[in-house]
Every structure is written in C-alpha cells, then in structure tokens.
C-alpha cells in the first residue's frame, strides 16, 4: 500500500505536476459516478473510486462473475460493496493509505500518467486496465507493486468472502449443522 | 446446541465486564495487577494471579464474543472481528502480511491449536547468547506439563485430513521424518474452522478456559480498551492510560480509562506490547531494545494440484510437521524451517494465489484439488538474521519494520525447493511456488521446478511471505543492555513492570509458539503471584 512517504518519494507525482495538470486539464474532476442503487450505503468509497472500483473488479473477476449481463452487474455492485465493507474495516491510518491510492487512481491527471489509463474508468477497456494491472505487478518499483498487492487483496478479499461467489468452486461453506445451530442460537 | 462458557458466565450476573466503547463517562479503577492483552500470555497471567486472590482488572483492545454463538465461520466474520487490522497487518514495507489475534481471548481464539514444547536446542541457545540460565529442559519441563493440563493438549488420534496427509507421504517418498502435532482441544469435531473461531468449545483457547476462570474469580474485564501508555512515578509504573474504542474497535470513542495497580502485566502480544512501552513515559528503554529483534517465523508458500481431493477447509488443519530441515543443520547455520501445512479457506486462497481475471480463475475452479505446504523459517539465530523493530505511525499505532535479509532469502530459496520437490513426490500434477514471477500454472516436474526456482528473483511483493507468529520485541536477557526483560519477565529498569506474552522471547522459537508462551508466562506469573501474596501459588491447585 501506498505511504504518502513514498509517494512524495516517487517525485515526479508530487504536487508540482498535479499543478501543472491543473493548468493542463482544467479543474481536477473525477470521472463519471459508477452507477448504485444506493450511494448512502458506502462508508468509504466516493462516486469516482466506486468506479474505478467496478472497472478493476471487471478485469480482476473476470472468469469468476457471471457472464449473463443483468446479474454480471448486480455481482459487480455487490462486490463494489463488499470493497467498501473491507476498506472500512480497517484502522484509520490504513484507511488513509488505501484512499491515497484510490485517489491516485482517480485523479485525472495520475490516472493518466502513472497508472497509465487515458479514459474515464467507466469506458477503459479490459486490455487497458490489464496492464496497468500487470505494470503495476511487475514494476521495479516497491511502491507500485504494493498498490497491485492492496488492489489485489481487496478485490479478491471483497469477491469471495461473499457466499455467493462460492458457487463454482466447490466450496459449500461451513459445515451444514453449524448453520442450524446458528438458527437456532 | 454446544454450551457456551461465555454466554452462560455473562447471564450469571457474576461477571464483571465492561465494553469500554458503551461508557458514557471517563472510567477509573485501581487493581492489584493491571494485565493489558488477553491472549495466550494475558488468559494465563490473569487466571494464576486472579486464583491467588489478588484483584486482577485486564484491559482488550478487541471485542468479547460469546465462545460459540458469535463464530459464524466465514471469513467476512472473521477478520474483521478477531484479527488485527482485518487479518491484513503488514510489515512497514509491505513485504510480510501478519496475522494476530484482536478479541478477548487473542490470538487463541483464532489459532490453529498446534501444541509444541519449546525446543532444547533453542532454550539452549538461549542460556549460552542471553545468560538465561533458569530456562533449562528440566525446569521448563514442569511448567509445560501444567500448561498441557490445564489446556488440554493430547495426542490427535484422528486421522490427519487430505492436505495434511500429503506432507506425510511427499516426507516418507523424500526419507525424511515427520510426525504427529499434538493440539489443545477437547471434544474437537475436526471441522477446520479453528482460524474463524471454533464454534464448539473444543478449541481450549484462552477465551474458554483462564479467561471465564478468571471472571468466576473476580477478576475484572474491559474491552474495547486500548491500553495507550504507562505512567510512571519515582521510577515505578504507577497507572496505565487507556483509550475506550468505538462500537468496531476502529477509531477511539473520545472516553478515557485509567487504571491504579501494584503490578502491571503486559501481553498485548508482539508488535503492540513493544508500542505500548514506546508511546510510554521515558526510562522505560534507557538501551533502545524495546521493539529490536521481533521475530516472524517468515514463512513461504508452495501450492499443489492434486489429482485427486483435498478440500483443505476440511479437517483439523494442522496434525503433521516436518522438523528435517530445523533438525539436519546446526541452530546457528544457515537459516532451518518446519514445514507444515495452512487450512484453505476461500478468501485467505484467493488473496494468496497470485494473478487475476481467467488465469485466477481457474485456479479457484480447481480449488478442492489444491494441496498447500508452508515453511517456517527459524530466524533469530544467526547475525544475519536480527528480526525486525517495531516503530510507531503517526497514529501512534506500532508497525514492523522487518527487512527481508540476503541470509533469510536464501533459506526461502531452499524451502521453495523443498516443498516442490516434496509435493511433487506425494503426486502432484503441478506444483506453484506462490510468486509473482510464476505462472499460475507452474511447473510440471520436479526438474522444471529446480531450474525454475533457483532462477527466481528472490524479492518483497514478488515473493509472498507471511507469518502467524510474531515474537519477541521485549525480549529477555540477563544483562539490561541486551535485553528488556530478565529471565522473570521483569522490567530491566522498574521493578513493578512485567512483560508475560509472546514479546519476551530473545529470538524465535523454532516452532509454533503457543505452549512456549504459556509455560513460560505460567513460571513467571507463579512466580509474581506467590511474590504479592507472600507464599507459594499452585496453578493447578483446586
Ligand atoms: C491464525 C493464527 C494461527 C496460529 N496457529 C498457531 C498454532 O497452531 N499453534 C501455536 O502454537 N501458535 C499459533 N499461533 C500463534 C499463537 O496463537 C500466538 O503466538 C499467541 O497467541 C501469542 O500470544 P500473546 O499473548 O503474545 O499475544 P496474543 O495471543 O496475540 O494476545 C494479545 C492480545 O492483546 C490485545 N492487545 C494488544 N495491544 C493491546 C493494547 N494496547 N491494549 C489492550 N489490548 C491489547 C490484543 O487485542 C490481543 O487480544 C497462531 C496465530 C494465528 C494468528
Ligand atoms: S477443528 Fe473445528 S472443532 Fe476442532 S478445534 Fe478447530 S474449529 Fe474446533
């Protein structure tokens, strides 16, 4: 995960050049909302990481979230909020790191130029954000593979400690009798 | 439905327990002995000492569960509840992802209920490089007797399931020994869910067992209270200072505790034991050894197809070991390991397994054929291999800073080897060395997995290292400036302070380290109740 340390460390990232973008870009704005049900429901994640959030999670789950388009979204939406229920387990200084990294995600002007995605999260394509994944993954830089490594903890932490991403993989959950004796208690 | 000691202790109306984040007002209380930390050291400390008649108030930073009722096994539960940092505490440079306890009973409640003595070779170690001479075999021998007593470590006699049964064949086809563990348990159903909290009472964690003791006594439990700082008086800790913690055990409520003792007992475990003297008053590290030499166990990761089922989430998790390579080399040549095996369960799988998108998932499709064999390197014993130092965040919060050296790296490097060309001997169809740089797939062969292995780029966020037993950081020693603690668990410095947890050990131990921590907190806390009472104490004693 990213420490603001580092990030300063990283140079060229810091605040001179968001400055620049600024100038560049006009007003940093994030991109578009990532539709919810629900906004209210999310302790910790902004319209803008939720959907930088789903798109990560549409590459990253590929393979494991249900092909039919209706229910693909509702798993998404729920994974996006199994994300949010994670990140806001955390303590409060890691909480502050993982934001650190979802705002680097987002912002504009470092969404394009370290994490190398030019469109808006919501219309990136899955070539695209696989390998920002996989620069990220194998970067020689500490920095960059410890966002992969918190991205890919909390996508697959969020996806299968949800019962219903169980189906598929041959796990059917705690022990039948225990699930009784719950009803029961 | 099981009997649940909690449940039934808190309907009593005999308990005195107090959830710190419910207080509505600062709260103040004075006690004989203050224990901060309810897990393996703390459950001990406080049934001895609360046995001893004396008024024993402990302080937990993590939640009381009922002991059956509140394990709902799955992970979503778990983590978040029973662990430290939703089981994702990680080293300062995010190479090492730790797993500690955080609920009244601590990492007990979540443990694997493995049971081993502390080895010879190590209390040995520990006499010649740290002067503890008292901690011989024979005067530790006793002691573990007792701890196995009371917590209820016997033979497993039941017939070890499909992941661990893999270590013993791939052990017997490579000719070296392993051998049955033993585990604290009584009347357990072999379920494996021991890490998610064991829904039957069998697991004899501290929350079952010294911690309701305790409570029948008289003791006195708050929870949600983090135990901030100790404050010291003409050379003596005089109170100890403690933030209540909301509802989640995430943010401070803004109430404050603060408790008067005679005698204050820390065992917040590793890592939080050395922060807590950190953010202390001064005089309390003159040597700058508080938090020096914490030790991992660094363990590495080696999956397997099998071709046929494993279902690793079933079964007691841990019932066979391997101590060949801790065994076949001197204790202070390169770095030795234990090998053993993890339960598999479906978040903690899918975070190790490396990757994403279809090549993931297909590692997740065949996950009732994956076999997993862990090494657990022996660190501590050797100069390259000094642990790690514990530092505070800006929150005050501790963090391990815990370089991976070239010398620990290499003994990786081997376990790699080991464990691959072990699963490969017991069947399987391929074998994955859990790495960034490796294939989902990887290798085919034993042939492929030597070539391919001794090349690997040997590296933080590349390797996967993790570790469920953090040690030391308040370690003992018979001279003050090599040391926190002597051979009693008490303070170099202040005579009323006393470290009784895992933090205590001068280096790793060599095994998993549950039964080292309760004999040797049982001697030390024996030792200090006979001492407030003014006659001996029997631990066991009716
Ligand atoms: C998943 C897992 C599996 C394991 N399996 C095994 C096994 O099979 N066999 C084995 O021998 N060992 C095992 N261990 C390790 C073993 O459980 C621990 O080494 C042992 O419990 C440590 O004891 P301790 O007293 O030092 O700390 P802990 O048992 O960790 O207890 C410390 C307690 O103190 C509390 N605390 C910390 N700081 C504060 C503070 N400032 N204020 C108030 N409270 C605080 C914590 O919340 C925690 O509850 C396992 C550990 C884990 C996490
Ligand atoms: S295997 Fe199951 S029943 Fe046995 S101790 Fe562990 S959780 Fe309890």
Redesign the pocket.
Known sequence: MLTRRQLIKTGVLGGALLGVARFGYGPLEADPVYAVVDPARFKVLDAASRSAMAAIGRVMLAGALPEAPAARDIALQEFVHGADIAISGLPGVVQDEVKQLLMLLTNRFTRRWVVGITKPWGEASDDDIGNFLSRWRYSSLVLLRSGYQALHQVVFAAWYGNPHAWVGIGYDGPPAFVKDFFKHG | MAKDVIAEGLASGRWKVQDASQLNTDLELTADVVI???????GVSAEILAKAGLKVVL????ALHFASRDFRLTEANAYPNL??ESAGRQTKDKGITI??????????V???????RTPPSTLKYWQSQFGLKALTVESMQPWFEKAEKRLNVIDWNVEPNVNNTVLKLGADRLGISWSHIRRNVNGCMNLGYC?MGCPVNAKQSMLVSTIPSALDKGAVLVTR???ERIVMQGGKAQAIE?SAMDGRGIYPSGRKIRVLAKAFVL????I??P??LLRSDEGLNPYQRVGKRTFLHPVNISGAFMPFKVEGWNGAP?SIYSDHFLESQPIDGPIGYKLEVPPLHPVLTAITMTGFGAKHRSVMSRFAQLQVVLSLLRDGFHPDSPGGNVELKRDGTPVLDYPITDFVWEGLRRSYLTMAELQFAAGATRVVPIHEDIGVEGYSSWAEAKRGISELPLEILRAKIVS????GGCGMSADPRQGVVDVNGRHHQVDNLYVF???AFPTSIGA????S?YGLVARNASRLAGQLIGRPVDWLAA
């Open positions: 901060v930390g309810t897990g393996a050291g703390g302080l937990e930073e993590g662990y430290q797993l500690q306890g955080r609920a009244v009973g601590g990492s007990t979540v443990n694997w209920t493995s049971s081993f890490g209270a983090r135990a403690a065992a917040g475990g590793s939080n034991t922060g807590l841990q469920a037993h953090v040690m947890d895992g933090s998993n380290p549950q039964l921590i």
